[in-house]
């Protein structure tokens, strides 16, 4: 019976090791039209940064005696210097204390008042008359309220003075503050503040120990864009000031401009200087910044 029924079964076949296929490499595609369009976007963009360090190496006769694209055959630091002793370290001052002056409680008060809407803005009638005031003042530009601004500094008696600039800074650094600050307060899962809340948290002790640290990429993208908008503000101080010690780094271009001519060199060295706070402040919050500014994308 056993020999009858190993005959009637077919022998197994021997296992044999799987065939590997060979995966066709895709064909790589070169996109030449997009590659040379990125190079000339990036001349475009390197060359005024090219031209302006250049110039600011050069004497202000080689500039007119050279072609304005050549390296200088003997950099210099001379106009570097001469910017320096040209009251350029007051100038600074003066931009620092107005930047700093304007950005800082804007942020500050953007902050509190963005939790304040976001949180009780639904069933608060104020609240929500808040938020409508701060969304109209994202509709009246700079320009189209400068006498008014310029009469109630004179009214107020802060004329040429540096608080004359911090103040309408301020003023209209806080309505798009509040408004991306409440976009990212409002992805705050609600659970977290219920979570707060049974644990006793007050509104104050949530607001700084969860909604400060979940905003603040956002805080540090309000903080940099405001502070690069105050910084290069040349309307409110070229109106509101007049003294030469109140003037900012922008008025400070001035001080190269003679009757006849323009210094170009010296202006230029200016406008290096000018910039590296503001690089250095992009470099120290560069993380910081990218991912605020990428967060509503990705949620």
């Given at each position: 019976m056993a020999t009858m029924l190993d005959s009637r079964t077919p022998p197994k076949a021997a296992a044999q090791p799987p065939v590997k296929r060979r995966r066709?490499?895709?064909?790589?595609?070169?996109?030449?039209?997009?590659?040379?369009?990125g190079w000339i976007w990036l001349a475009i963009?390197?060359?005024?940064?090219?031209?302006?360090v250049i110039t600011s190496l050069k004497l202000q006769n080689d500039y007119y005696d050279t072609n304005p694209l050549a390296p200088p055959a003997d950099p210099t630091l001379e106009n570097y210097r001469f910017v320096l002793e040209s009251d350029f370290v007051q100038y600074f001052i003066n931009s620092v204390i107005v930047t700093v002056g304007a950005v800082g409680p804007a942020v500050l008060v953007s902050f509190m008042a963005a939790y304040a809407i976001i949180r009780g803005g639904a069933g608060s009638r104020f609240l929500r008359a808040v938020n409508g005031l701060f969304l109209m003042g994202l509709a009246i530009p700079l320009q189209a309220v400068i006498?008014?601004?310029y009469l109630i500094i004179i009214r107020i008696q802060m004329y040429d003075t540096l608080g004359a600039i911090i103040l309408p800074s301020l003023a209209f650094a806080i309505p798009l503050s509040v408004l991306v600050?409440?976009?990212?307060?409002?992805?705050?899962?609600?659970e977290l503040f219920e979570s707060m809340r049974m644990d006793g948290a007050?509104?104050?002790g949530t607001l700084w120990r969860l909604a400060?640290?979940?905003t603040r990429p956002a805080l540090v993208t309000v903080t940099i864009y405001q502070g690069l908008t105050v910084w290069n503000g040349f309307v409110l101080p070229l109106i509101l000031t007049q003294s030469p010690e109140q003037r900012t780094l922008p008025l400070a271009l001035w001080e190269f401009q003679g009757q006849y001519s323009v210094n170009i060199p010296a202006v230029l060295a200016s406008?290096?200087?000018?910039?590296?706070?503001?690089?250095?402040l992009y470099v120290i919050g560069r993380r910081q910044l990218?991912?605020?500014l990428t967060a509503g994308f990705s949620k």
């Open positions: 066709r490499s895709s064909p790589v595609h070169w996109n030449f039209a997009g590659g040379l369009a963009v390197v060359m005024p940064i090219y031209w302006i006498i008014p601004i600050l409440g976009n990212f307060i409002r992805d705050v899962p609600k007050t509104e104050w400060f640290p979940l406008v290096v200087l000018t910039t590296l706070p503001i690089l250095t990218l991912s605020g």
